[in-house]
């Protein structure tokens, strides 16, 4: 992929089954302010690694995020 952002709307709404989300390999260098990730109450594994992140707004990982057993950030600058 060659994703560089994500809209700044809760784009996993809806989405409350799902294990895993895949967005490595990507060019993303930012993600949306507030928790892009609402919704994803049975996220086990979260792969941002391989893009060109240098910050996390401290929302970004807030709210249902409990369930993360795995998170990849490496390599990004």
Avoid: C, H, W
Avoid at 24 to 40: E, I, K, R, S, W
Avoid at 63 to 69: F, K, L
Wanted: no cysteine.
């Amino acid at each position: 992929n060659q994703l560089t952002a994500l809209p700044n709307v809760n784009i996993f709404a809806g989405l409350s089954a799902m294990r895993t989300l895949t967005l490595y390999n990507n060019q993303l260098t930012a993600l949306p302010d507030g928790n892009v990730f609402a919704g994803l109450s049975s996220l086990q594994t979260l792969q941002l690694n391989n893009n060109e992140l240098t910050a996390l707004g401290d929302q970004v990982l807030a709210g249902n995020m409990q369930s993360v057993q795995t998170l990849k950030l490496s390599p990004n600058p």
